[in-house]
Structure formats: C-alpha cells, structure tokens
C-alpha cells in the first residue's frame, strides 16, 4: 500500500489491486455507464430530437385531436430543429470552461437559441406553433440539464499521481481524489484513469517518462499540476512557460478583442439611454440618505498600466480618512462604512452603473479584470510575480474572479482572484464573455459573492 499525504483528505494510497474500492468510490456500474454514453455528442443530439421534436408533437397531438395545418407543423419542426443545433453549440462552448451551473447554462443557451429563432421567423411571417416551441424549449432544458449534470458525475475526479507530484499545488481542484502509486505497473493497472505528473519531478533514469509518454500517445489523458487547476478550476498559475502563454494570448491584432471594442460602445450607448431615469433616481437616494456627493470618484490602474478616474455610486459614508491607504482602499466584509442603501446597491451590484462613462472612454469594458485602486495595485505589482499581466485586457464592470469568486476582502485572496484574472486573459474569448454574463445574472438575482 502506498503512503497518502495526510494533508489532503481525498488523497489515498492504493495498489492496482484495490478494484473494489475504486469501483465505490466511482459509483454504480449501471449509472456510470448510463453517464457514459450520455457524454456522447450523438447521444445528447438523439435525445434533444426527441425531446425538441418528437416529444412536442406528441403533445400537441393530446392537445389539438382535431389536428393542425400541415404548414404550421413543418414550420414548427424546422424552428425546433434549428433552435436545438444553435442551442446546443451554445451549450457546448458554455460548459466547456468546468461551472457547476448547469441549469443556468442550459437555460440561458436554449432560452437564446429558441428565441433569436422565432424572432427570425416572425420577422418572415413564418409562425410556428406557440405551444409547439413552448413545450420544444421546455424539454429540451431539462434535457440537457440532466446531460451536463450526469456527466458531471461520471468524472468525480480520480486522478492517478506518480511520485514527486505536490499535490498541494491542486488544493484548488474540487471534488477531486487522488491514487498515490509507486510504480509504474500499479499506474497501468488503472486503466485509463487520468495521470496528473508533475514531469520536473520525475527523474530520466525512472520508468515514468516512457509510460508517460506510451500513455498520451494512446490516449489515456496526461496532466501536470498546472494544467488541472486550470481545465478544473478556472485558475491559472502563473510559474515558468505559463507566463509567455499569458503575454501571446490577447494579441493586438486579434478580432475578437476589437470587436468586442465596438459591442462596448454600441451597447453602453443603449444601457445609458434606458438606465438614466433610475440613475438620477438612485443618486437622489443617495443624496438624500447621507452628507456627500451621489457619485464615487477613485483613481485605478486601468488598461496597459494608465491611470484613470472609475465613477461609482457612493455606497459608503463620506468620513475623514484614517489609517494606511491599502486599508482604506480594500473593503472589508461587513465593512462599517457602508450605508443601508449602499448595501443593497453593493448586493445587486448596481452601484457600478456609472461606469457606463468609463466604457464610453475606452477606459472600461463590461467583462474584465475588475480595477484595483493606484495603491493597492502597485503594492501587488511589488509582492505578486506577472501582477501587470492582467493589465494586457480593458478592465470590466464584472469578470471572471467576480463570478466565481467574489469581492476580494484580504490581501491573502489575491493571489487566488489573479489566477482567475490570468485565465480570463488567456482564455479571452466571445464564450468566455457571454458565460461571465450569464453567471452575472446569477449575482444580480441572488447577490452571490456580494460585500
């Protein structure tokens, strides 16, 4: 029996014999191959035809024994059809990135898809069936909601770690369990379990780089460290080659960040219009509840390392400033400053609306890195290796560390916000933006991760 790391409490020690306490820890046969085939793409598209199509007209049929037109059923079918291949893609992208949200995620696709498509076709003068699509776009969520959460559950992450793996570099990953194994013939004996090695470790004259290597090549999954955090967590460390792969990634010549330029201003135009009668509204409240100004002005470390002005709602009580800058400049939970209504406007996160202002500049953008304050970011700069990295993209009025993190409250969670900050960088992208959207509706209706 090989020795576990105490330290870790999923961490155990087993020989390649100990098939029956794998098995347990892996489930139920019959559910886990049930959970296998759903991670098919065949099998998840054979299913939402059934639910999107066959079902519905079923359903239909025990509705409407009379019948319907024959136009309206093929006109029915066709925006099914097409809302499941758009939905599903959505799908796809979205969960791509490892949240456990997975009724969110179906939801938010398929609620897309089903209604850009019946816009189209109305738009054509081509109606399709209302409860046809209502019954379709119902189905088809659960549907995929059950796939993404069986799936979910075939991979309980079991990982395989040869000698030399610091496992405390994977505190981060959840739900994870780990199979300390010596020798090689106990690793094989393992199947296609995945290998998670940290290869630096391993020295040449072993029979692990070879085995390593025959494994990848026939297709057994092979991971360091490093690259499990971030396939699992959404974190990204910055050590070594990991840093190169971070300044390549939002290349200057790159679409995509252009044109979400542009999806910037078109959009902040619109929000300014729509917003303003409750922005005039809210900052009159605020004037009214506590002496000082409606709006919030800070200096932060914006866009390539400029310097600008963010514009917020006050949220707190305008007081003499005490104490070092860094402690006024980082809020703390339950923060005695802030103001009643500057609670709920801090929950539901409205009080950024004036950073509309800072997006119409070109200082902002709505998904980004949120900014630091000046102090606070050069304090990081000095003690955190690649901090500057994260200023390679426009900040935002949300992100990633704030979806899946939330606010920050100590220095000591920095380093863990900048690992979703690198990734964002990394991983910038139209489907990484429209998932750190959806997620932010999350926050807004239920105040997750709020200070």
Sequence with gaps: MTQSHPNLPHSLGFSHTDTRSLDQMQGSGLLQTAAAVLERMRAQLSGGLIVAIALPAVILRLLFPEGVYAIDVLISFG???ASLIAGFTIFRKLSAYGTSCHGLISIASFTASFASVAAALWLLNLLPSPVFLSISWALTVVWFWFVSAATAYRRPGIYIVPPGTDLRKLAAVPNATWINVKEVSEAAGFGNIPVVSDTGAITADTDWPSFLCEAAINGRTVLTPDQLMETSAGRLRISGGYAQDIARSPGQDAIYPRAKRYVDVLTSLVALVLLCPVMLLLAVIIRMESPGPAI?????MGYRGREFTVYKFR????ARETGDALSRDMTQTDDDRITPIGRIIRKVRIDELPQIINILKGEMS????????????R???????HYRYRHMVRPGITGWAQVRQGHVVSVEDVSTKLEYDFFYVKHLSLWLDILIAVLTVRVVLTGHGAK
């Design 79 to 81: 925006a099914a059809l």
């Design 296 to 300: 919030f002005r800070q200096k932060r």
């Design 315 to 318: 949220s707190m009580r305008a």
């Design 366 to 377: 709505w998904i980004g890195p949120r900014p630091e304050t000046v102090n606070l970011s």
């Design 379 to 385: 304090h990081y700069e000095r003690n955190i290796p």
